[in-house]
């Protein structure tokens, strides 16, 4: 969660001014025509106790006009497909799946795309130079890439490097950049930590280059890992086991192939006294009542950010606008830029049993997945430091939290209640181990990347 700071609120209505002013250069107006995404505004409790001063979950979801493209009609992609062949990629079949997984990925592409394939083990090494897609290149890169054999460390850094420099050879020409990283153990060659991997994902970002990475195993590093993606808004996957790779590869090209969206990003503006508390999932920046979220990108399935606002006491049987929400983003297909505008209007009255009957079981739910991510997070933190019996607790009451949740809003209960079962589960192993184990913090760090990040699900 993100709490927003106050500011001055002079010096943002003279920057929100300006920046209005300047939007009618830079943005083309939307009409149901050319629009790629809708928006939809709500709240969890649209119906509000009145006389008092209230807290209301205000969702901003945007969601593809066209959730399934036709391989003709789609942004074509820039693709750089980057494997782990270090010594470990031996056991279990790994590099035998990953090469499968290689290939898979590849089957998605069509003659308006581009790829790449780089290795990586004591150095990093371009197998196939990104290039235009046909029957010939295919070819020739699967028999390439049959003939990789695995053998010493692991270069994880430099294999992102080349394969970045692979795509950014041909940055402007139209295709939409897109990495898919495979690791099966710790980098040991090269930069090394989480927040040198972070920094590289920043500056391919600014490229505008998604990250997608993938976990294989116990011995990889998950932190790594998901700070690379979360740098460019990437897709993260833990895959327990080898045979999964083929599945997580060709589930993230239909992600790569379904692109609606890019550069999405959302603007919350209070309105009439109230005012923004924090955001819950995503990073919230802004100053006084106007907060901004990124979503990145965004493919076939809907995308949110929830904002937690606090609403100034209103009379019964009013209504009352309590916020505008901008949408700016960028077509995939033709780069256009749109923007589109919507307001939460809320309703109030002196009938609880109105509130209740109104409110939202789904946004509820949502809100309660992104507080989760929360709480896993901190789990993960407090196990880290020897304080497993703190981590125990804090998410079996977190569990127990949510099974209020559930009888206040029952229409959100079947969304919570695994998580809420997952949690506790992880809260009874945390007690009777001591601590967190290797597997577990895996999967926590990355569920709670999922959560945030609303990932849709693949194989595990």
């Not at 006389?51 to 789609?74: C, D, F, H, M, Y």
């Not at 290795?119 to 090494?125: G, N, P, S």
């Not at 109230?274 to 995308?303: A, C, D, F, H, W």
């Amino acid at each position: 969660m993100s709490r927003i700071s106050k500011g001055s609120i002079t010096t943002l209505k003279a920057a929100l001014l300006l920046a209005v002013f300047l939007s009618f250069e830079r943005f083309a107006p939307v009409s149901p025509a050319s629009a790629s995404l809708t928006l939809d505004v709500a709240a969890d409790t649209p119906v509000v106790e009145s006389g008092k001063t209230a807290r209301v979950i205000l969702r901003a979801l945007v969601r593809p006009v066209e959730s399934r493209p036709s391989p003709q009609s789609r942004a074509p992609l820039a693709i750089a497909i980057i494997l782990d062949k270090s010594g470990s990629m031996l056991n279990g079949a790994k590099m035998e799946n990953a090469k499968k997984g290689a290939l898979e990925a590849l089957e998605y592409l069509n003659a308006r795309d581009a790829a790449a394939v780089v290795v990586y083990d004591d150095e990093a090494r371009t197998l196939v130079p990104l290039e235009a897609w046909s029957r010939g290149t295919h070819a020739a890169a699967a028999d390439t890439i049959s003939k990789v054999r695995a053998s010493g460390s692991t270069a994880l850094y430099g294999g992102v490097k080349l394969g970045a420099e692979e795509i950014l050879r041909h940055e402007g020409k139209g295709r939409v950049p897109r990495i898919l990283l495979l690791s099966d153990g710790i980098a040991n060659v090269g930069p090394s930590s989480p927040a040198e991997l972070a920094e590289l994902g920043r500056r391919l970002a600014a490229h505008e280059i998604t990250i997608t990475t993938i976990g294989l195993g116990l011995d990889y590093n998950e932190d790594l890992m998901t700070a690379l993606a979360a740098e460019s808004g990437g897709n993260s996957y833990f895959a327990r086991n080898a045979s999964s790779l083929p599945e997580i590869f060709a589930h993230d090209m239909e992600d790569s192939s379904s692109l609606s969206a890019r550069n999405v990003a959302i603007t919350l503006t209070c309105l009439d006294g109230t005012i923004p508390v924090m955001t819950l999932g995503r990073r919230g920046e802004g100053q006084g009542r106007s907060v901004s979220v990124s979503i990145s990108n965004v493919y076939g399935n809907e995308k949110y950010a929830l904002f937690e606002l606090e609403i100034p006491p209103q009379a019964n049987g009013t209504s009352f606008d309590a916020a505008s929400v901008l949408l700016e983003y960028e077509d995939a297909i033709s780069g256009k830029k749109h923007r589109q505008e919507a307001r939460l209007k809320l309703r109030f009255t002196g009938n609880r049993d109105d509130v209740a009957k109104n409110r939202s079981g789904r946004i509820i739910a949502q809100a309660e997945l992104a507080r989760n991510a929360q709480i896993r997070e901190e789990a993960v933190r407090l196990a880290d430091e020897g304080r497993a019996s703190e981590a125990s607790s804090l998410l079996r009451s977190r569990a127990d939290e949510l099974k209020s949740v559930s009888q206040s809003a029952p229409e959100a209960a079947p969304m919570i209640a695994q998580d809420a079962y997952e949690l506790a589960e992880l809260a009874s192993d945390v007690e009777a181990d001591g601590k967190m184990s290797n597997e577990a913090r895996k999967e926590t760090v990355n569920k709670a990347y999922t959560q945030k990040n609303q990932q849709g699900d693949g194989v595990k």
